[in-house]
């Protein structure tokens, strides 16, 4: 028997080092060759190692959140004949509840101040934004009447549910970090979840005082990694180098929503049904061809603007590990339909992870939603290294004067914001007012 190394590869486009996101072996485990080893995570992309050779796992090279260079050890695997491990010295498989205590540590000294959550760069970060599929523990039901006696994961192991199941613990107000799985890699099924309320309904005493008042004070400790470190340091990086000013304007939305609905009507069954988006992707492209300056990237530390006559549309995308920017390539050359069949094929891409680093990168331009939550007014920030990101608020009917009367309107905000040191105020105002034009007539929208 002999010992085999797999170390970090070079995943290429210059990258040093990659962030060690999922585990799917650990010590012990019998692997076969080509099975996936662990994910890891780039500037853009997720990337999945798989194993060269098959034998049993003998040594972990790192711990999930851990940072490591091309070319470090990533596990050792025990072989049939020599192996590639010549040295004599014992193996030192890492301490991983020590690596878990330090990442934590670490990950707490580098959460930015600015937590604003709207799209990064070209990272897998980070549009409509959905409800998450699971609250954070701080916004569990007050009805919540199940408190666990202890954790049956580590802090920072996150549980593994289909939505179904993470829909019904919120309904039952169950936090899944307690619940044992007894699913494939531990993933917690329906029976899991009904057996785990059963088992504490049968704990509480008769009598006791109602727990929708009871006093909390579980803290869960939760390490900033993956994803959520590169969202963290893309938002961090760009609040600090982009002066950003937000201009908001209102919009009649009355006409579209009409137009929307009839063409929904007559070709939604063939071509797909239309939402709002694909109407704003047309209006900001046409609008970006008026005003160039806000479809450009800045590379501010060769002090050069790029101006680009392609739109490549970034989509803000709420997904369950955090915020993604999909693209839209050439979205000039997009009718409404195409551009609404792009839009989900990203978004849904993007949501299963199995979005490419050419869809997660290279954006001129991105647009932002939080759909129903939209609330007034945002102030979105910048997807670095562009220079422009429109926001969309929430629709809402609204009493407004018409021709000296109080007629309803369907009314939306576009909160937009730009880097002030290559666009000025007024050229920003200028391409707002030229999308609220294309909107409040959308029959433009058609006509060149």
């Known amino acids: 028997m002999g010992i085999h190394i797999i170390k970090m590869p070079d995943i290429g486009e210059g990258i040093a080092e990659v962030e060690l996101v999922a585990w799917h072996v650990q010590v012990g485990d019998t692997v076969a060759e080509d099975q996936i080893l662990a994910d890891v995570m780039?500037?853009?992309?997720?990337?999945?190692i798989p194993s060269s050779v098959a034998g049993k796992v003998l040594a972990l090279g790192g711990v999930v959140g851990q940072v490591m260079a091309v070319g470090s050890e990533v596990i050792r695997i025990e072989v049939e004949g020599a192996g590639n491990f010549k040295s004599e010295m014992p193996l030192a498989p890492v301490n991983h509840a020590?690596?878990?205590?330090?990442?934590?540590?670490?990950?707490?000294?580098?959460?930015?101040?600015?937590?604003?959550?709207?799209?990064?760069?070209?990272?897998?970060?980070?549009?409509?934004?959905?409800?998450?599929?699971?609250?954070?523990?701080?916004?569990?039901?007050?009805?919540?009447?199940?408190?666990?006696?202890?954790?049956?994961?580590?802090?920072?192991?996150?549980p593994i549910a289909s939505p179904a199941v993470r829909r019904q613990a919120w309904d039952l107000g169950v936090e899944l970090q307690?619940?044992?799985?007894?699913?494939?890699?531990g993933r917690i099924t329906h029976e899991d979840l009904q057996s785990y309320v059963a088992r504490a309904a049968q704990a509480q005493p008769a009598g006791t005082a109602d727990q929708r008042f009871a006093q909390r004070l579980d803290e869960q400790t939760v390490p900033v990694i993956g994803l959520r470190r590169k969202i963290a340091q893309k938002m961090q990086d760009a609040k600090r180098r982009i002066p950003h000013f937000t201009y908001v304007e209102e919009v009649d939305m009355t006409e579209l929503e009409a137009l929307r609905?009839?063409?929904n009507a007559k070709h939604g069954k063939e071509r797909g049904r239309l939402t709002v988006l694909p109407f704003l992707v047309r209006a900001v492209v046409l609008a970006a061809r008026e005003r160039p300056v806000v479809n450009a990237r800045f590379d501010d530390d060769a002090g050069v603007v790029t101006r680009h006559g392609a739109v490549h549309l970034g989509i803000a995308t709420q997904t369950e590990g955090g915020l993604m920017v999909p693209v839209i390539r050439h979205a000039e050359t997009l009718d409404m339909w195409?551009?609404?069949?792009?839009?989900?094929r990203l978004s849904e891409a993007a949501r299963s992870g199995k979005a490419?680093?050419?869809?997660?990168?290279?954006?001129?331009?991105?647009?932002?939603?939080?759909?129903?939550?939209?609330?007034?007014?945002?102030?979105?920030?910048?997807?670095?290294?562009?220079?422009?990101?429109?926001?969309?608020?929430?629709?809402?009917?609204?009493?407004?004067?018409?021709?000296g009367a109080v007629v309803a309107r369907q009314m939306m905000n576009l909160s937009s914001s730009f880097d002030h040191r290559v666009v000025d105020g007024m050229h920003a105002a200028e391409f707002i007012q030229l999308i609220r034009g294309y909107l409040e007539c959308p029959a433009t929208l058609f006509v060149e």
């Open 42 to 48: 780039t500037d853009k992309a997720t990337v999945e």
């Open 98 to 158: 020590q690596a878990a205590t330090n990442l934590v540590a670490s990950a707490a000294a580098q959460e930015p101040d600015n937590a604003v959550a709207a799209p990064a760069a070209s990272a897998p970060a980070p549009v409509s934004l959905p409800l998450p599929s699971q609250p954070a523990p701080h916004a569990m039901p007050a009805r919540a009447q199940h408190a666990p006696a202890a954790l049956v994961r580590a802090p920072g192991d996150k």
């Open 178 to 185: 307690f619940v044992p799985g007894t699913g494939t890699a």
């Open 261 to 263: 609905a009839k063409l």
């Open 338 to 344: 195409a551009c609404a069949a792009e839009v989900v």
């Open 356 to 403: 490419t680093r050419d869809e997660l990168g290279g954006s001129t331009i991105t647009i932002t939603s939080l759909g129903a939550l939209g609330g007034i007014v945002s102030t979105p920030v910048i997807n670095h290294p562009e220079v422009a990101i429109v926001g969309i608020n929430r629709m809402v009917e609204r009493p407004m004067m018409r021709n």
